[in-house]
């Protein structure tokens, strides 16, 4: 199989602008491509991974990557999948947090002679004299064309801002310095971004006469259609510190039974055989591929010490093993409203605290987990048929009660 059938075979290429020209460059190990990252966080998440993921799957294909940290359109923000406009940043917050992503990377990302290289577009954006910029690279784009991509439609709603409006053109120059100084040929990115990596491609041919490729990557979501790497504590970060291992681990653990060969397949390793064979499975099979994933991912992010951690840690608490040790509360159908049941109401009714005030309290001070996951939020809800499951909640270190809805 090659790496481009593979690609499609993992459903992850959403659009593409030649294929063919496409399929033959990376399946040679001829391309030089770029994907690009905006330092909004001093943390990757979980949002950023499959990107990663695919860029390491090409280069070890043959293919050389530029990681491109946006520490120059970070100044700006990009409007794509936004209602609202970002939060300006100063420039320390900027170059803080593309330190942190550089060191991310480095897990991921085989950098060195002849292999991947990080490039700043502060670099060559912050240079560049606004008049020869409008001259040189503003006369080649349409604003009726820019106004009806897709990037630009939610904005649109409420106000774009003419600062945003010139993500696209500055997100097309880099595709257009990074060809030229590196004779980079192609860009790769979220499926969000497609707007703006046609206006590279479209740069390029303009003032250069040469062609230059895009390629979508699907974007990370559930069954339901909604994005996943969101807790309702707030995303899930590839930082140790920010979401620990355990936690990243019982993230993936936790995935929807419709979704975890999905997330299998785009985000694994494993080889494509193994993973249809499991194609096939349900019920408590499913459970084991939860552990699969979950395993797999920790120890890409974190390292395999740290994933056999994560790994026991939650094999001695929710593991067959010891899973009958933690008592059980069975629940009436009394607790749920509108088939849903409350934090706060499951935590009194556990008796894990002895009144809703109690509660919330714990929620608010971080001492509370549903299923090994934080909970941050005291309007967390839970459906009647995930308590008919049971969920493992916790109070403190050492307090621990399952909660189970009798049917």
């Known amino acids: 199989m090659t790496i481009y059938d593979e690609l499609v075979a993992r459903g992850l290429i959403a659009q593409v602008t030649d294929e063919e020209k496409i399929k033959d460059l990376i399946n040679a190990g001829k391309a030089t491509f770029y994907i690009g990252f905006d330092p909004t966080a001093d943390s990757l998440h979980v949002g950023h991974f499959m990107a990663l993921c695919l860029m390491k799957r090409l280069q070890m294909a043959g293919n050389k990557p530029v990681v491109l940290i946006g520490g120059g ?125 046609l206006g590279g491609t479209e740069l390029i041919r303009k003032k250069l006469g040469k062609d230059a490729y895009a390629m979508t990557i699907t974007l990370l979501l559930n069954s339901e259609g909604k994005k996943m790497g969101k807790t309702a504590s707030g995303a899930v970060w590839l930082d140790p510190n920010k979401t620990s291992p355990f936690d990243f681990y019982q993230y993936w653990r936790n995935v929807e039974d419709a979704d975890v ?115 941050a939020d005291i309007r967390t809800t839970f459906s009647a048929e995930k308590l008919q499951e049971g969920v493992v909640l916790r109070r403190g270190k050492k307090n621990y009660m399952k909660v189970q809805l009798v049917k």
């Not at 991310?104 to 060195?112: K, L, P, V």
């Not at 053109?169 to 257009?176: E, P, V």
């Open 261 to 375: 060969l999905n997330c299998i397949r785009m985000l694994t390793f494993l080889p494509m055989d193994e993973i249809e064979s499991m194609s096939h499975w349900e019920g408590s099979q499913l459970n084991k591929a939860k552990e699969i994933l979950a395993f797999e991912l920790t120890k890409l992010v974190h390292g395999v010490e740290e994933a056999e951690k994560a790994q026991q840690s939650a094999q001695a608490l929710f593991g067959s093993g010891s899973e009958g040790d933690i008592p059980t509360t069975e629940l009436s159908s009394d607790v749920l409203r509108d088939g849903q049941a409350d934090i706060l109401t499951l935590l009194v009714s556990s008796g894990l605290v002895t009144t809703r005030s109690d509660a919330r309290r714990a929620v608010e001070q971080g001492g509370v987990s549903a299923d090994g996951e934080k909970v």
């Open 73 to 197: 359109t970070g100044y700006v923000g990009d409007p794509s999948g936004r209602t609202d406009m970002r939060s300006m940043m100063t420039p320390e917050i900027i170059q803080h947090n593309v330190d942190c992503f550089r060191k991310q990377m480095e897990r991921f990302i085989e950098f060195g002679e002849g292999k991947a290289i990080m490039v700043n577009n502060a670099d060559w954006l912050l240079k560049l004299n606004y008049i020869e910029l409008l001259r040189e690279v503003g006369a080649c784009f349409s604003v009726n064309n820019m106004l009806r991509a897709e990037c630009y439609k939610q904005r649109m709603e409420k106000g774009l801002s003419f600062l945003e409006f010139n993500y696209m053109i500055m997100q097309s120059y880099d595709f257009y310095h990074l060809y030229q100084t590196y004779g980079c040929n192609m860009q790769f990115g979220g499926d969000d971004q497609w707007s703006n990596m």
